[in-house]
């Protein structure tokens, strides 16, 4: 079966980002004109998702907003001249770029529970995951990688990379054989594991694709690191049982739930950006002096 839906988390309260994100959720914080969740959102389109829940929670209502439609922006811009049509037409486009719901997390008990949301939606079909934290950005979407591994094993599927050793221990471990590329066999995996439990370098990075009894396993996943449940354990338990595909993802990704990966997005962006880029890279050569 092919996978045509896809659940963004984003739920979390953003603590590593306060204060910006008391009012304003963290996956609305720019990347030069764009909100993080946008690129997250264009990502799966692009990776041939039509359908798309964002979990949201109390406080985040600014995410449905901007992907509804503004009549009396539009109306404004629509008498606005030439330059005032393009940016109607992206705004307008942000609204039609997938059928997109909502549903509220009622408590905030970890990504495990909030994927578990999704059980309604997702039916008896395989779905994407895109992290609400990680926007990751390339010339061949990272989900579609993903979605490329399922269609040729058959087993869920986990994006990774390697991280440093001394960084871990925040995030997750696993057990991995080479498959082919840059395919890897996942039998085993830890979440923020102590230095003698780390099984590899490989870390799960913001993606995986899931096969729909994910929701019966969640259903018996017991709270673990930080006393949430943790979508870690519950694909442990699918890895152990029936294996997992482990895909080294492309592209460059950053953390939208750190203020330093918010930095690194906004300054590479901003090099790329057909209007600002040229300036931009200017400014900072001549700012480079100075430092």
């Known amino acids: 079966m092919k996978v045509k839906k896809a659940v963004i988390p984003a739920a979390g309260l953003g603590t590593r980002v306060l204060p910006a994100t008391k009012s304003m959720p963290k996956e609305m914080l720019p990347i030069v004109d764009k909100p993080a969740i946008q690129y997250i959102v264009e990502e799966a389109v692009n990776s041939g998702i039509t359908d798309i829940l964002i979990i949201t929670n109390r406080g985040k209502g600014l995410i449905e907003d901007h992907f509804d439609r503004a009549p009396e922006l539009e109306a404004r811009l629509k008498n606005g001249g030439p330059e005032k049509q ?45 992290y609400g934290d990680d926007v990751i950005i ?31 221990s925040k995030y997750s471990s696993l057990k991995v054989e080479p498959l082919h590329d840059n395919c890897f066999r996942c039998t ?80 590479e962006v901003a090099l790329q950006h057909p209007e600002i880029g040229k300036e931009f890279r200017a400014y900072l050569k001549e700012l480079c002096k100075t430092l």
């Open 86 to 130: 393009k940016i109607l037409n992206e705004i307008i486009s942000i609204a039609h770029k997938a059928n997109i719901y909502f549903v509220r997390q009622k408590e905030t008990r970890g990504l495990g529970h909030a994927v578990n949301c999704a059980r309604s939606f997702v039916g008896n079909e395989p779905f994407a995951v895109l």
């Open 138 to 168: 390339g010339k061949d979407p990272a989900c579609a990688q993903l979605i490329r591994a399922y269609d040729e094993f058959g087993l869920g599927v986990v994006g990774v990379n390697k991280v440093s050793k001394k960084d871990i």
């Open 188 to 267: 085993d995996m830890i979440e923020k594991p102590s230095p003698d439990k780390v099984m590899s370098l490989y870390s799960i990075l913001g993606r995986c694709v899931l096969p729909p009894d994910i929701f019966t396993i969640l259903d018996h996943t017991e709270p673990g690191a930080g006393g949430e449940i943790q979508l870690t354990d519950a694909m442990r338990t699918l890895a152990r049982r029936d294996g997992m595909v482990a895909v080294n993802f492309t592209g460059k990704r950053y953390d939208m739930g750190n203020k330093l990966g918010i930095m690194k997005a906004q300054v």
